[in-house]
């Protein structure tokens, strides 16, 4: 069913001002279509139109929606795929296990200059072992804006058990899911959205042939993150894997979302700031 993203009845009409003036842009948001049985989405001039059976139709106007996450159970048109490439929508696929299965995203032939700067940190011979160094950084990060100070009140074998979860997740990234595993689609979703609205790819290929993933190594964070804090996000213990609700589930992410939208920003930033002094040192 859709979340976030109230429908209208009727198809909206362009924007218009007697005076002439561009009337200000409403705040865009993610359109969660995660359907049960077989839906279908087609598209207006400015609107996608989704078709349900034994449901109105329903209206979504293209100037409020941020990027979609759907599942296979959604068959698109070529109007409704077009219209979301010709402004810049991400469309994310959710599989049954709530990984992202992929997405789409229009073509990309902006010269932007942090593109040259990445392929030139890819040309390095040692490139792989420089970004490994960086997200072991980053996940250090992670733990210190997650647990500010050390739990001195716990037991010693609590503590100690504690630091070796601690170490274990900034060596391999692994670390206790407590949020439903949904969430891992969705926070791709995001990812992907903000990549391509500074410019950026998913995915980078050096010259050894091994890709870097930065969508997946953001998304890691930030899901290590909503697993560390979602239990004071809900105030009382934390959101159980089983969870069914989905719709639940999607609303505390975007709660989380909206409270750390600071948090994707400064692993980007930190990443391009990793990326300029490696070229700049290789020069």
């Excluded at 049960?36 to 400015?46: C, F, I, L, V, Y």
């Excluded at 349900?52 to 990027?67: D, K, L, Q, S, T």
């Excluded at 992410?253 to 300029?276: C, I, M, N, S, T």
Aim: with cysteine.
């Amino acid at each position: 069913m859709p979340i976030t993203i109230a429908s209208v009845t009727r198809p909206p009409a362009p924007p218009h001002s007697p005076h002439g003036a561009t009337p200000p842009e409403p705040a865009r948001k993610p359109l969660y279509i995660l359907a049960s049985t077989q839906a279908r989405m087609k598209a207006g001039s400015n609107y996608l139109t989704l078709i349900r059976a034994g449901a109105a139709v329903a209206f979504y106007p293209i100037a409020r929606i941020a990027h979609v996450i759907c599942n296979r159970r959604l068959d698109w048109s070529g109007d409704a795929l077009a219209l979301c490439l010709a402004h810049g929508i991400t469309i994310t696929w959710i599989g049954d296990d709530g990984r992202a299965l992929g997405n789409s995203q229009n073509l990309d032939d902006d010269p932007h200059p942090v593109k040259n700067i990445i392929k030139d940190y890819m040309r390095q011979p040692d490139w792989t072992a420089r970004f490994g160094k960086w997200l072991v950084h980053r996940r250090r990060t992670v733990l210190a804006a997650c647990f500010p100070r050390a739990n001195w009140w716990e037991k010693p074998s609590v503590a100690e058990k504690t630091e070796a979860v601690r170490y274990y997740f900034v060596r391999t990234g692994w670390h206790e899911t407590r949020f439903p595993e949904a969430g891992q689609g969705w926070m791709r979703a995001r990812i992907l959205d903000h990549l391509h609205r500074n410019g950026l790819r998913s995915v980078y290929w050096g010259i050894d042939g091994n890709p870097l993933e930065l969508a997946r190594h953001l998304a890691a964070l930030l899901w290590a993150e909503l697993n560390f804090g979602c239990g004071s996000l809900l105030g009382c213990g934390s959101l159980p894997a089983s969870c069914r609700d989905t719709q639940l589930a999607a609303r505390f992410f975007e709660d989380w979302a909206r409270q750390h939208a600071d948090r994707l920003p400064l692993h980007l930033g930190d990443f391009k700031r990793h990326v300029w002094r490696s070229v700049c040192r290789w020069h």
